[in-house]
């Protein structure tokens, strides 16, 4: 099985990884904390792991390769100061298939949501203009990435306190052939999913995440870290599809009221039914920028 990894320059870090204890876990892979021995020293790293469920057979093994080749490809290439750092990968053995683990630091203090429960001087505003700029520089890079999973538990706290963008299991690469290929589930939650993901037009053809929608997760992602309600929050899960089709919104009176009306505003644009109608991350950036960074208050003139 060839895995066209030797055609991505990364660091190989086997020998120097050893799991410690598993922290978290899905349908298709594990998280492990873990050590990485580096110059004599010892750092603590997160190692994203796939099932040994996804190697039953060459075809899926197949697929599986795929899915890491394309996660790689996008995250290795991605520096910026909001974006979890990609370390390297190291290989193991999963049945007869050796196997890479995806390496990055281990973000003590968790994921955004855990950071707010417990940091009671942290601003969230700050902390999701961060992710904008992230989404941003993802969007209008020469070889654009759409991130196809942005939601709150896939936001890290590194130990500045600053946001950070993580997760790329679900990204693609536009215009790249083998980076845009259609999966047969559709990645995500339905809480931050745009309508388009989970109501396609045809049947037949499997939704592909694009910028729009990561700009209406952004939105959902937003609504979140700045009310600390989940979006829909009155909703239970197996609602949320119907509650989406039938084009109804978060409803801001009665369940987020702490949201600026500014935000609200910014937020309502992002979820436009049209996905053309939705706007271009950075003007979300910079809008947001504007008006809650920390040039936004200026103090009022006074006449002497």
């Known amino acids: 099985m060839s895995s066209n990894f030797e055609n991505i320059t990364v660091n190989d870090l086997t020998g120097r ?6 922290i978290a876990n899905g ?3 594990e998280v492990w904390k873990g050590t990485y021995t580096v110059g004599g020293q010892q750092e603590i790293v997160a ?3 796939m099932r040994s469920t996804l190697f039953g057979d060459s075809v899926d093994a197949e ?9 790689v490809k996008v995250w290795s290439t991605c520096v910026h100061p909001h974006l979890a750092l990609f370390i390297g990968i190291c290989y193991e053995t999963i049945r007869e298939y050796r196997v890479p683990c995806l390496i990055s630091p281990f973000y003590e203090n ?22 904008l700029s992230a989404l ?11 991130h196809g999973d942005l939601k709150p538990t896939n936001i890290l706290i590194d130990d500045a306190g600053n946001a950070v963008l993580a997760d790329f299991g679900h990204s693609r690469i536009l215009g790249i052939s083998g980076f845009t290929t259609n999966r047969s589930t559709v990645a995500g939650t339905s809480r931050y999913m745009a309508p388009e993901l989970m109501v396609p037009e045809n049947d037949e053809i499997t939704p592909t995440p694009t910028k729009a929608s990561d700009v209406w997760a952004a ?4 609504l979140e870290i700045l009310s600390g309600k989940i979006p829909y929050v009155e909703i239970g899960d197996k609602q949320i599809p119907m509650t989406i089709a039938d084009n109804k919104l978060p409803n801001k009176a009665q369940y987020y009221p702490p949201v600026p009306s500014g935000a609200w505003s910014a937020f309502l644009k992002c979820w436009e039914m049209n996905p053309s109608e939705r706007p271009p991350v ?3 950036s910079d809008y947001f920028d504007k008006n809650y960074g920390p040039d936004s208050i200026r103090p009022t003139r006074t006449r002497g």
Request: hydrophobic residues 35%; glycine residues 6%; aromatic residues 4%.
């Open 47 to 49: 190692m994203k792991a």
């Open 282 to 284: 950075q003007r979300l």
């Open 27 to 29: 349908q298709t892979g």
């Open 17 to 22: 990884i050893s799991k410690t204890v598993q």
């Open 110 to 131: 968790g994921t955004i949501k855990q950071y707010l429960r417990h940091n009671s001087d942290a601003v969230p505003m700050n902390l999701f203009r961060q992710i």
């Open 63 to 71: 697929k599986t390769m795929r899915r890491l080749l394309r996660e």
């Open 219 to 222: 939105g959902m992602t937003g």
């Open 136 to 146: 941003a520089y993802l969007h209008d890079r020469d070889e654009a990435i759409v």
